[in-house]
């Protein structure tokens, strides 16, 4: 089945490592993203791409790195740099001109 | 700004209609969507309405769109206790020909039987 699959769907972390955070898709968009959520709070986009070997920063991407080496993923490092990092992060993949953004499962990330 | 506000919380009874309203600031927005959240899940996808239609239907689910006042509802008819989810309305705007979206904080709807 086409999908969009994140991993590990829950995330340890000690304080001052980094961690990185998996992304796949075989729906063949050419657009990936990561947005954060936190509780009571909407969606915050941190990273896009539209195209593999491109991406752009989103409103909240200090503290964060991507690549995009492949189509198919779009990998999430949260570096020592971000502050506050224990949030529930969502992946999604679109067509940069489709209406639907198909989401993963989240990865909730706490910083023990 | 570029703001997406909704209320957080809804309660209604099982077989009641649910209303979701929702207010967005950026006038150049091409798509309004509604997306639901089962908890510790991704986001799926309910409906969406294009910014030149004022309603659309979709069997339980009726969008309103008020362009001039920068509204958007959401209508879930004969609620049922499987639509108890967090809703969260966004609306897409345009960043580099991409497709961004910008999300309000989501409105919690408890079903109660």
């Known amino acids: 089945d086409g999908g969009i699959t994140q991993s590990p769907k829950y995330l340890f972390r000690k304080e001052g490592q980094n961690v990185t955070l998996s992304c796949e898709q075989n729906?063949?968009?050419?657009?990936m993203y990561w947005y954060r959520q936190d509780p009571g709070q909407g969606l915050r986009l941190i990273y896009y791409?539209?195209?593999?070997?491109?991406?752009q920063k989103g409103d909240i991407a200090e503290g964060y790195s991507v690549s995009r080496e492949k189509k198919e993923s779009f990998p999430l490092t949260v570096t020592s740099a971000q502050k506050n990092p224990t949030a529930f992060y969502l992946c999604?993949?679109?067509?940069?001109?489709?209406?639907?953004?198909?989401f993963g499962q989240g990865t909730r990330l706490t910083v023990v | 700004g570029e703001d997406v506000e909704q209320s957080l919380f809804l309660s209604v009874r099982e077989g009641d209609s649910s209303v979701i309203n929702c207010t967005y600031t950026?006038?150049?927005?091409?798509?309004l969507y509604w997306y639901k959240q089962e908890p510790g899940a991704g986001l799926q996808l309910l409906t969406y309405?294009?910014?030149?239609?004022d309603m659309k239907q979709d069997q339980r689910l009726t969008v309103l769109l008020n362009k001039k006042d920068k509204h958007l509802s959401l209508r879930i008819a004969d609620t049922q206790t499987g639509d108890s989810a967090i809703y969260f309305c966004?609306?897409?705007?345009?960043?580099?020909?991409?497709?961004?979206?910008?999300f309000g904080g989501g409105t919690r709807l408890m079903v109660k039987p």
């Open positions: 999604a993949s679109s067509e940069p001109t489709d209406t639907e953004a198909f």
């Open positions: 729906l063949n968009h050419d657009a």
């Open positions: 791409s539209q195209i593999v070997n491109d991406f």
């Open positions: 950026d006038s150049s927005s091409t798509y």
């Open positions: 309405i294009f910014s030149n239609m």
């Open positions: 966004a609306e897409a705007r345009a960043r580099n020909a991409g497709n961004m979206l910008t």
